[in-house]
């Protein structure tokens, strides 16, 4: 059980380290990244369900990306690993549901089910690398200055950025925790129900007593309820344009089948 | 610079913590206050920053027992009264380094943990980071800049906190435990760092041979009472008077006998 | 029951993003006019404990499997829901953003049906009013105070995590991604959150026994004085009445569609038998959503927003065509992504070359 502990403190920290890495992505500003994430997501997601051929073209963003920010695909695929069973699970059983025949390769018959399946698949994919994309060249306090530009409530933001800070402290005290109780109780798999209580709940105390004092460490400093963000960088032009680019560009797929036109070059 | 008057202190009635405690620490000068587990070091530290005690007014840090404290006395810092109204004054001019780096150190880089104390005194941004990286150039720790706080180790939190409070210029610095569990060698870079800054510092710990190294002064408390309070050469020679309240003779003196 | 992008329509995300955005800024509202700065750190802590504790294994005694718990519950009884939401929203958040746990343009709907559910209903509807009731009063003032946290912490659990569940195969269908029809998706989910929901009820109690134990004043709504306990007895009426409301409501949302989907219903009771459901399924896929009024409605709503993904197969007047201009131009797509990953590694290889030699 502390294996997935200990993994999940290991993702944490690799996705620090791809977030500050130097690349041409990593410069853009969070903000742009932010935007460009988003209408990505959106438009893959309101692509037809059938229209696989479409879709495919959406690729090319993710590809592009891991290409110029240097990120291995590899990490992407290995760190989604254990999510990717679970955006698979609807789709799979659209075959069965939807036997109606789309086009036949020689003597196998193609049906709309399959073809949404692989789209749905896809889809979910996509959707996958390009958060992952995001979160790899964009560090989370730089996240937190774009999401407070466009005027998240500062609670909010505050919130999520202390979270993050303490998510990584607690999975560490939650680690030590559980590698004392597995060295006292060789042979379980988990914590036993007996325990349930005391070992979430001790936990529970000494985070509250945690929350005291960092609460006097940010009185001792000045905090009267404003959080200030020191962002590294202002909006350029470049961000727009990043921006507007690629937005343009997932517009354009998204209304015409840049597979298929790329493919009538070759056809006819 | 900072007095305490016939300090007397309870979290809970019937249970003192401090009981009639008065010192004066002059400009410059180190102080380490060492005692027991329980003998009232943090209770010092807490009065002093208005975390507890009288100057715990509404709003302030500590938890669910402060409605029962109960206190007597008077604690200055430079002429001013720890009350409610003169904290802001008052914490601007001290600077508390955590035992726990962790608590202390709540954004998630060295940066903007640094940043946070001087934008909240409204310092402009450009001013701001200047100063950080002053402070960083300072202590030789300009590689911790952009470096998450879950990230790096031991020794290196230690110091970011230490740099977090200095960035702010404080008047009196305040260090629970600075060495503890640290490894020899940021043992000794702390005890290095703490022996070059300037301005007036209490120091908490068991580390006795560290507060050997760094402090003039030294004030032994016991059960809440002042049992000692006097050049460091005295109190940490002393093994009779340590022995009594719970302590033992610094190592490099215990080897000596 | 992290939702991923792939699963919801951009109409339905959108939505559920308003729903979610509109109740985090009322929170926020509420929480900065009780200006109580205090309590950040404590939520930050609190989420991240959450976040913590859900990678903690708990062994279910008999059955050799092991129960996470989600938070919701636990949160609003520590925080209260408001500042509860706000926390299981950047629980969810950082559980998106770093471990690709439901997907970032889900966030909204997985906020609603984890954190708004677990924290707002289970909070007003259920720990409130069980807190409140005289129930387990004859059991002296502590013991039943316990009994009611119990109590409390597994009906909330169970019933906020069916609510959740429900409004996950609600999203799916309405975005009109699977086929899987309403009423099979339905019995498929809602079992296994029930038994999610109790083991997360049973962890959820016992954390809080515990903390009632030691640190009463932590918990929200646990009368210290111990002297009006019994002066709620309105409250267990409604409470039984609002769970009456929201049974029959989604009892009836169910059989409606079950009713309305026959072969949805016998799926999901007799297993999927293939043979006598392809030839139901296969040819009549437009019945599925049109007999019933919610899919109905969502329909109309599909024609009009023009960006929801439409039923029929792109150009399917010359299949044959769009599908060899589509193999080849996939097979382009393919090369050119590859070309792409080839010209990077060969610039990359460049770079490193040359700042090698210099």
């Not at chain 1, 620090?16 to 410069?27: N, Q, T």
């Not at chain 3, 770093?98 to 007003?124: H, P, Q, T």
């Not at chain 3, 002296?140 to 019933?159: M, V, Y």
Request: hydrophobic letters at 45%.
């Amino acid at each position: 059980m502390n294996q997935n502990i200990e993994r999940s403190i290991h993702d944490l920290r690799e996705m620090d380290a791809l977030a500050s890495g130097d690349s041409m992505v990593h410069r853009v500003s969070a903000g742009a990244k932010l935007l460009v994430t988003v209408v990505y997501i959106g438009t893959v997601v309101s692509f037809a369900k059938l229209n696989m051929t479409g879709l495919l073209f959406m690729v090319l963003y993710p590809v592009l990306l891991f290409t110029v920010s240097g990120i291995p695909i590899s990490t992407c695929f290995y760190k989604l690993r254990f999510v990717l069973p679970l955006v698979l699970f609807v789709g799979v059983f659209n075959p069965f549901f939807d036997r109606t025949p789309a086009f036949a390769i020689g003597s196998f018959t193609v049906t709309t089910g399959m073809i949404s399946m692989v789209t749905l698949m896809m889809k979910g994919v996509f959707c996958l690398m390009a958060s992952f994309l995001l979160m790899a060249t964009t560090r989370i306090e730089a996240l937190c200055g774009a999401l407070r530009k466009i005027h998240m409530p500062q609670m909010l933001v505050t919130l999520l950025l202390l979270t993050f800070r303490y998510a990584a402290v607690m999975a560490e005290e939650v680690n030590v925790m559980t590698q004392a109780y597995s060295l006292r109780a060789p042979g379980q798999k988990g914590i036993h129900y007996t325990a349930w209580g005391s070992f979430l709940g001790q936990l529970l105390l000494r985070s509250m007593d945690r929350a005291d004092e960092l609460y006097s460490s940010m009185l001792l400093r000045g905090y009267h309820g404003e959080f200030y963000y020191a962002e590294t960088k202002k909006r350029s032009s470049g961000d727009t344009l990043y921006a507007a680019i690629w937005c343009a560009a997932f517009l354009a797929a998204r209304c015409v089948n840049l597979t298929q036109v790329l493919g009538m070059t070759v056809v006819r | 610079m900072i007095r305490f008057e016939d300090v007397t202190f309870a979290y809970e009635k019937g249970k003192p913590v401090l009981s009639a405690v008065s010192f004066e620490i002059g400009k410059g000068e180190t102080v380490g206050l060492i005692g027991a587990n329980g003998a009232g070091k943090s209770t010092v530290m807490k009065l002093l920053l208005g975390l507890a005690g009288p100057g715990a007014g509404a709003g302030s840090g500590s938890g669910a027992g402060n409605t029962k404290n109960t206190g007597s006395g008077r604690i200055l810092v430079e002429g001013i009264e720890v009350l409610p109204k003169n904290l802001p004054q008052i914490r601007r001019k001290l600077g508390f380094v955590l035992q726990n780096s962790d608590n202390q150190m709540f954004m998630p880089t060295v940066f903007e943990d640094m940043m946070f104390g001087l934008l909240n005194y409204g310092m402009s941004r450009m001013e701001a980071e200047r100063r950080v990286d002053e402070v960083l150039q300072d202590l030789g720790q300009e590689k911790l800049k952009y470096l998450y706080n879950h990230k790096i180790s031991g020794g290196e939190k230690r110091m970011a906190a230490v740099a977090t409070v200095l960035a702010m210029d404080p008047e009196v610095l305040l260090m629970d435990e600075p060495t503890s569990a640290l490894d020899p060698y940021n043992r000794r870079i702390i005890i290095r760092t703490i022996g070059a800054l300037k301005q007036t510092k209490i120091i908490t710990s068991h580390d006795l041979d560290m507060i050997y190294d760094t402090c003039g002064r030294v004030i032994l408390l016991s059960d809440g009472k002042i049992a000692a309070d006097g050049p460091a050469e005295d109190i940490l020679m002393d093994k009779k008077l340590l022995e009594a309240n719970r302590m033992e003779l610094p190592l490099r003196f215990a080897t000596c006998v | 029951m992290h939702m991923a992008d792939a699963l919801l329509a951009p109409a339905v995300a959108a939505t559920m993003y308003v729903s979610s955005g509109t109740t985090a800024c009322i929170s926020v509202k509420k929480l900065t006019e009780d200006e109580n700065t205090q309590k950040l750190p404590t939520m930050a802590v609190a989420s991240a404990l959450v976040f913590a504790g859900q990678m903690i294994n708990y062994t279910i005694p008999g059955t050799g499997s092991s129960g996470h718990m989600c938070g919701g519950m636990l949160l609003s009884a520590l925080l209260g829901p408001q500042a509860g939401f706000l926390s299981m929203i950047c629980v969810l958040a950082i559980q998106c953003l770093f471990f690709a746990d439901g997907g970032l343009m889900a966030l909204g709907a997985n906020i609603w049906n984890m954190a708004f559910y677990g924290c707002f209903a289970g909070y007003y509807l259920i720990w409130r009013p069980i807190m409140r009731s005289p129930v387990f009063g004859g059991m002296g003032a502590k013991k039943g105070q316990r009994a009611r946290i119990i109590l409390a912490s597994i009906i909330g659990c169970i019933i906020t995590l069916q609510m959740g569940a429900f409004s996950v195969v609600l999203e799916t269908t309405l975005s009109g991604i699977t086929e899987l029809p309403f009423g099979a998706f339905c019995s498929l989910m809602l079992p296994i959150h029930l038994a999610i929901g109790l083991v997360e009820g049973l962890i959820t109690a016992a954390v809080l026994t515990f903390v009632y134990e030691t640190r009463p004043e932590l918990i929200r709504g646990v009368d210290l004085s111990d002297e009006k306990a019994y002066s709620g007895k309105k409250s267990l009426a409604t409470v039984i009445i609002c769970l009456a409301i929201a049974a029959a409501l989604v009892g009836g949302i169910f059989s409606h569609f079950a009713s309305g989907n026959p072969d949805g219903l016998e799926w999901a009771l007799f297993g999927n038998e293939e043979a006598g459901y392809s030839a139901n399924m296969g040819l009549d896929e437009e019945n599925f959503g049109v007999s019933s009024g919610v899919s109905e409605a969502a329909g109309a709503i599909q024609e009009k927003l023009s960006f929801l993904p439409d039923y029929a197969f792109a150009d399917s007047e010359s299949p044959m065509g769009t599908t060899v201009s589509g193999l080849v131009g996939s097979a382009m797509v393919a090369a050119l992504a590859l070309a792409i990953c080839t010209a990077g590694h060969f610039f990359r290889k460049k770079t490193a070359d040359s700042s090698l030699a210099s």
